[in-house]
């Protein structure tokens, strides 16, 4: 990508969001479902599918339901999406199980997650590069306890310090309220300028921060197209699909 975006000399702090960023959901939801279904069939005889055939059989499922305009699910629509496709996939592989034991085994599922959740590829390796030039910062919404032990059970990231954690539920408004912006900044005593607001959420994240003059980059894990930029207003937002994408940016 050539020349250093964001060069040490202009930026003093890199804030990052959590869920969706640095831990990625998805690949926890494949692992723990993985998980679960192995541990369920080594109670069972007979023969079964193994969670590779089980997990593609899901994902078949799973895609092909459709909403009404294509908008994103409910939270209660979602929990129906993941019942309707586990149901469809285990009939495909004629298994015989009642919706107690799918619901049962979601559930496990859920907790298995919540207990051992994963980062993006490449982030540990990321943040602990950016650690060597740059301050870490997070600005999340949620509670600081319950985000700050997903990342410690995560895996390996640089320590972060209390001090340069900032959580909705802490400071009393929620991104892209400029207020948890604003806060953090004042907090860590930088210019907005001086700092990099890496977030997956266009609204959330992107608009929020740009609202009070941030350097952004809006993370996109989905997306094909690799590095890329768009605006808003005058504001140059970066768009990055990686993890390593995302670390080329930063002279390091």
């Not at 089980?54 to 895609?63: C, G």
């Not at 995560?154 to 207020?179: C, T, Y």
Request: net charge positive; charged share 25%.
């Amino acid at each position: 990508m050539g020349k250093a975006s964001f060069t040490a000399d202009r930026i003093k702090a890199v804030f990052f969001d959590i869920n969706e960023t640095l831990l990625d959901p998805g690949r926890s939801f494949h692992h723990a479902f993985s998980q679960v279904w192995e541990d369920m069939c080594a109670r069972w005889d007979g023969q079964k599918p193994d969670a590779a055939e089980l997990w593609e059989s899901y994902q078949t499922h799973w895609r092909a339901w459709k909403n009404p305009g294509g908008r994103k699910d409910s939270w209660a629509e979602s929990q129906k999406r993941n019942m309707s496709a586990l149901t469809a996939a285990v009939r495909e592989h004629h298994l015989r199980l009642g919706e107690g034991t799918l619901h049962g085994f979601f559930q496990k599922v859920m907790e298995h997650q919540e207990k051992s959740p994963l980062l993006y590829p490449g982030a540990a390796e990321t943040l602990a590069a950016l650690s060597r030039t740059y301050k870490l910062a997070i600005i999340s919404n949620g509670i600081q306890e319950k985000q700050t032990r997903k990342l410690r059970a995560a895996g390996q990231i640089p320590p972060l310090r209390e001090e340069h954690m900032f959580f909705s539920a802490a400071v009393g408004a929620r991104k892209p309220d400029p207020v948890i912006f604003r806060h953090a900044l004042d907090k860590m005593g930088l210019r907005p300028n001086q700092t990099v607001m890496v977030g997956n959420s266009w609204a959330k994240d992107v608009l929020g921060a740009v609202h009070v003059h941030m350097n952004v980059v809006w993370f996109r894990p989905d997306r094909k197209q690799k590095h890329f930029r768009r605006k808003v207003g005058s504001a140059r937002i970066h768009v990055v699909q990686s993890m390593e994408e995302l670390l080329s940016l930063f002279e390091t």
